[in-house]
């Protein structure tokens, strides 16, 4: 199994910033992207952003510009630098691995989820 531990929510005021952090630990074998998801009270889990093992990264529409995601192979983790936030991105963001173990099994990871409101 593959253990995920979050970090770096918290309470921020309108165009602050934030940086969250996620390290993996366990059976780390085969990670092939790490990610960003975030869910909001009665919404669906929403894919913030993500990042490949080669280093190729993709974004939400409304992100972009806003928040860079990064990985550190070495440290098996994977930050999310959040800038000029709004009210609008406040939510639960969860950490998320995907291994490809085989050709036919991919297996998903998920953290346990840190708090992140922007409120004056």
């Known amino acids: 199994q593959v253990q995920l531990v979050e970090s770096g929510g918290g309470l921020v005021q309108p165009g602050g910033s934030l940086r969250l952090s996620c390290a993996a630990s366990?059976?780390?074998?085969?990670?092939?992207?790490m990610g960003w998801y975030c869910q909001a009270p009665g919404k669906q889990r929403e894919l913030v952003a993500a990042?490949?093992?080669?280093?190729?990264?993709h974004y939400a529409d409304s992100v972009k510009g806003r928040f860079t995601i990064s990985r550190d192979n070495a440290k098996n983790t994977v930050y999310l630098q959040m800038n000029s936030l709004n009210p609008e991105d406040t939510a639960v963001y969860y950490c998320?691995?995907?291994?490809?173990?085989?050709?036919?099994?991919?297996?998903?990871?998920w953290g346990q989820g840190t708090q992140v409101t922007v409120s004056s």
């Open positions: 990042i490949s093992d080669g280093g190729s990264t």
């Open positions: 366990g059976s780390i074998f085969s990670i092939y992207t």
């Open positions: 998320n691995v995907r291994k490809v173990v085989t050709i036919n099994r991919i297996d998903d990871y």
